[in-house]
């Protein structure tokens, strides 16, 4: 089967979609689909591009302002390409235009995959800009998709909250099991002695930062002991909101830094990729994601495979790590973050790690690229060639 994935971008900037779109490309292929991949340059794309390989990308020129990632050449690009389905990943720029006129015109299959983007608190604050598109096209995109991919069933329920009564495929994303340290490694960001709680992502007011900043503030003044613990903030800055967070540790009394510093409390690491990243996650004692919206977020999955113990949001859809041991779940509110940290802060080395090696056994038995692979290629089959419809499609 000939299989299009249309995105906004195929290097770092993508985030957390770059691996999830990435892993799932190249799984495909290995099933025996023709992959290609449609994004737009930006200024990543050529250090990046070679990550994707097998897979066939092409990066359109993208003209006006780089956020709606406006590629005309991409619309023609996959009428040449003429594939048997497209997937498109993420909403609200040019190429989801691009991949609903190209539906619209020849009638193959689509599968949308809105990645959290249809979230409650995601609409609630979307901009102008976005309900621009709603209005022009992007409501009608969504309510003529072949199928609609959830990550998991409080996505579906959000998709179905706003009218669309599509098939919805449950799907989740998925990580790579690799071997891990059997002993922790130091990182040059730690000062010696001290343990690591790790944020790492894009810096946006939906990650729930100031309220960890907040939290972390009450957390070390209330117990001169707490300050044996640093929280490493790693992660690409948008639209500003570092700024805004390196204010407010200076408000909430908070020693921070941009390097290793003995009397830091925060660390602001910076935008981290490859092995850079995976020192940070080896490093950590604990990971934390205090988000007020996500699909299923890939942060976690990997801190889980690489053993390690988590802090999260009922917001991160992902319940199953509180059921299995792996993870605390603590609200978006400063008071809840507090008894997070804390709890967490008091378990023993042995505890901690008993939790991480917990979320580590629950990437392997639902969360691998081999099982989205194969769950994604049923789909394909399904809406191309008919027959019975897959388990995962509601």
Not at 25 to 48: C, I
Not at 291 to 317: D, N
Not at 371 to 387: N, S
Request: charged share 20%; hydrophobic share 40%.
């Amino acid at each position: 089967m000939k299989v299009a994935v249309i995105m906004g971008s195929i290097s770092r900037l993508a985030g957390g979609l770059l691996e999830a779109n990435r892993r799932l490309a190249q799984g495909l292929q290995e099933r025996g689909d023709e992959v290609s991949v449609l994004s737009v340059e930006d200024a990543f794309t050529a250090a990046d591009k070679e990550s994707w390989e097998p897979i066939k990308t092409t990066a359109f020129p993208c003209l006006g302002p780089t956020r709606f990632a406006y590629a005309p050449r991409m619309q023609r690009g996959l009428s040449i390409l003429a594939p048997d389905l497209v997937h498109t990943q993420g909403m609200w720029t040019y190429p989801s235009l691009a991949s609903y006129r190209w539906h619209r015109r020849t009638g193959r299959p689509e599968v949308i995959h809105p990645h959290g983007m249809m979230d409650a608190w995601a609409l609630k604050n979307s901009g102008w800009k976005k309900r621009l598109m709603v209005a022009y096209f992007e409501r009608k995109h969504l309510m003529g998709a072949s199928c609609l991919r959830a990550l998991c069933l409080a996505e579906m329920e959000s998709l179905r909250a706003y009218g669309l009564k599509n098939p919805v495929c449950v799907i989740p994303n998925g990580i790579d099991l690799l071997p891990i340290q059997k002993q922790q490694v130091p990182h040059s960001l730690l000062p010696l002695g001290k343990k690591m709680l790790l944020y790492l992502g894009r810096l946006h007011p939906k990650k729930g930062l100031e309220t960890l900043i907040k939290a972390w503030a009450a957390f070390q003044l209330s117990n001169a002991t707490n300050q044996s613990w640093v929280l490493v903030i790693a992660g690409w800055d948008e639209g500003g909101h570092e700024s805004r967070l390196k204010r407010l540790a200076t408000e909430c009394g908070l020693r921070w830094s941009d390097t290793v510093s003995v009397d830091s409390t925060i660390v602001f690491a910076g935008p981290q990729f490859g092995m850079d990243k995976e020192k940070l996650y080896q490093a950590c004692d604990a990971f934390v994601l205090p988000s007020f919206s996500e699909g299923l977020p890939m942060v976690v999955l990997e801190a889980w495979a690489y053993g390690k113990p988590v802090i999260m949001t009922p917001q991160c859809h992902l319940p199953e790590g509180v059921t299995f041991g792996a993870a605390l779940e603590v609200k978006p509110e400063e008071g809840s973050l507090v008894s997070g940290i804390r709890s967490m802060v008091a378990m023993s080395a042995d505890e901690r790690s008993d939790m991480g090696s917990n979320g580590r056994e629950l990437v392997r038995r639902r969360f691998t690229w081999d099982q989205v692979a194969d769950q994604t290629r049923c789909v394909q089959e399904w809406l191309v060639h008919g027959g019975a419809r897959p388990n995962c499609v509601y």
